[in-house]
């Protein structure tokens, strides 16, 4: 009994993994909404289309798919690769951000119409990259094997800048220790910084 | 105990089994009220100037003749989205004519007396 409890559950696991979605990209931003939350998209004389609230200009727009892309809802991920960076947004969060890019720096903004957490995860490397976030409702930051340097004040002078002044949980991983390096002169502190936020060493190795 | 959980989780599977079912087809519905569904297998779509092509071009929709999209477990091809239902059913009840007792009669009575016709009541002389 207990063996087949174990296989239901893993089954479980399995199914909650894919579902279909369609994703639409935006330069090195994916936005990935599950088909069956899509409903009715809207298209508007030829220049816009919107998906659960969430308004693209078609000339932003460099490609669309239906397929098998896992989402979890409320999650973004930044995965760093040299002098990119490549971001995904659930689409259930997607009208409440404002993202944008720059080679391997991010920049997110939180609406102040959020008011479900998300937790954004952050992996890969760069050494000339960074993470901007600006919000006013609580979120989580994971840290998944993220080796990151920032050499440019792109969005900012830190490699991980968080200006929000809610709890911000930061979960660093178990797998390879995440680094995160920045210029002495660029320690960024928030603006109003939560109890539990940890202070960002000036240099870490 | 475990059976219980048993059960609970062959609940949660069938719940989850229908959710993630795909949706076969992605319908566009035009300005002109013309609806269009493409299979959403390896699906596609790409803007190229003033079209949005579907896988390569195998079909093309113009950017401005499109109103909506959406997944539908239907090919609506073909269906005539303008269609007024409601006005439909006006139509039909003002042909069906009832006797008191509720009797359907095959068209507009000719004797007289009191009969029912689109929810009102009307007396023939």
Same mark, same amino acid.
């Given at each position: 009994?207990?063996?087949?409890?174990?296989?239901?559950?893993?089954?479980?696991?399995?199914?909650?993994?894919?579902?279909?979605?369609?994703?639409?990209?935006?330069?090195?931003?994916?936005?990935?909404?599950?088909?069956?939350?899509?409903?009715?998209?809207?298209?508007?004389d030829g220049e816009t289309l919107t998906v659960m609230n969430k308004?693209?200009?078609?000339?932003?727009?460099?490609?669309?798919?239906?397929?098998?892309?896992?989402?979890?809802?409320?999650?973004?991920?930044?995965?760093?690769?040299?002098?990119?960076?490549?971001?995904?947004?659930?689409?259930?969060?997607?009208?409440?951000?404002?993202?944008?890019?720059?080679?391997?720096?991010?920049?997110?903004?939180?609406?102040?119409?959020?008011?479900?957490?998300?937790?954004?995860?952050?992996?890969?490397?760069?050494?000339?990259?960074?993470?901007?976030?600006?919000?006013?409702?609580?979120?989580?930051?994971?840290?998944?094997?993220?080796?990151?340097?920032?050499?440019?004040?792109?969005?900012?002078?830190?490699?991980?800048?968080?200006?929000?002044?809610?709890?911000?949980?930061?979960?660093?991983?178990?797998?390879?220790?995440?680094?995160?390096?920045?210029?002495?002169?660029?320690?960024?502190?928030?603006?109003?910084?939560?109890?539990?936020?940890?202070?960002?060493?000036?240099?870490?190795? | 105990?475990?059976?219980?959980?048993?059960?609970?989780?062959?609940?949660?599977?069938?719940?989850?089994?229908?959710?993630?079912?795909?949706?076969?087809?992605?319908?566009?519905?035009?300005?002109?009220?013309?609806?269009?569904?493409?299979?959403?297998?390896?699906?596609?779509?790409?803007?190229? =100037?003033?079209?949005?092509? !579907? $896988?390569?071009? #195998? /079909?093309?929709? *113009? %950017?401005?003749?499109?109103?909506?999209?959406?997944?539908?477990?239907?090919?609506?091809? =073909?269906?005539?989205?303008? !269609? $007024?239902?409601? #006005? /439909?059913?006006? *139509? %039909?009840?003002?042909?069906?004519?009832?006797?008191?007792?509720?009797?359907?009669?095959? =068209?507009?009575?000719?004797?007289?007396?009191?009969?029912?016709?689109?929810?009102?009541?009307?007396?023939?002389?």
């Open positions: 009994m207990k063996k087949i409890a174990t296989l239901m559950a893993a089954v479980l696991v399995t199914m909650t993994a894919a579902a279909q979605t369609l994703s639409i990209q935006t330069g090195q931003v994916t936005w990935l909404f599950p088909a069956n939350q899509a409903g009715e998209m809207t298209w508007t308004t693209f200009s078609v000339s932003d727009i460099t490609a669309m798919t239906v397929d098998q892309t896992q989402v979890t809802d409320g999650t973004v991920g930044v995965s760093y690769d040299g002098t990119t960076a490549n971001v995904t947004v659930a689409g259930n969060v997607a009208q409440y951000l404002t993202v944008e890019t720059s080679g391997a720096h991010v920049s997110i903004v939180q609406s102040e119409d959020l008011a479900e957490e998300i937790t954004y995860t952050l992996a890969g490397t760069s050494t000339d990259g960074g993470f901007y976030m600006e919000g006013s409702y609580k979120a989580t930051i994971e840290l998944n094997g993220l080796t990151l340097t920032n050499q440019s004040a792109t969005y900012s002078g830190a490699a991980i800048h968080i200006q929000d002044g809610k709890r911000i949980k930061v979960k660093p991983s178990q797998a390879p220790p995440t680094r995160w390096l920045m210029p002495p002169r660029a320690l960024k502190r928030a603006a109003s910084t939560s109890r539990d936020m940890p202070s960002l060493p000036r240099r870490v190795r | 105990m475990m059976k219980r959980l048993l059960l609970i989780l062959m609940t949660v599977a069938g719940v989850l089994t229908a959710q993630a079912d795909d949706y076969p087809y992605l319908t566009f519905e035009t300005s002109d009220g013309t609806v269009q569904s493409v299979s959403t297998t390896s699906l596609k779509l790409e803007i190229s =100037g003033d079209k949005l092509l !579907v $896988n390569d071009g #195998a /079909q093309s929709f *113009t %950017l401005t003749d499109l109103k909506k999209m959406y997944f539908s477990t239907n090919d609506a091809t =073909g269906i005539d989205e303008n !269609v $007024n239902v409601n #006005a /439909q059913h006006s *139509t %039909l009840d003002a042909q069906l004519w009832f006797t008191i007792d509720g009797r359907m009669l095959s =068209g507009k009575p000719t004797k007289k007396g009191i009969y029912i016709n689109n929810g009102r009541k009307v007396i023939i002389k």
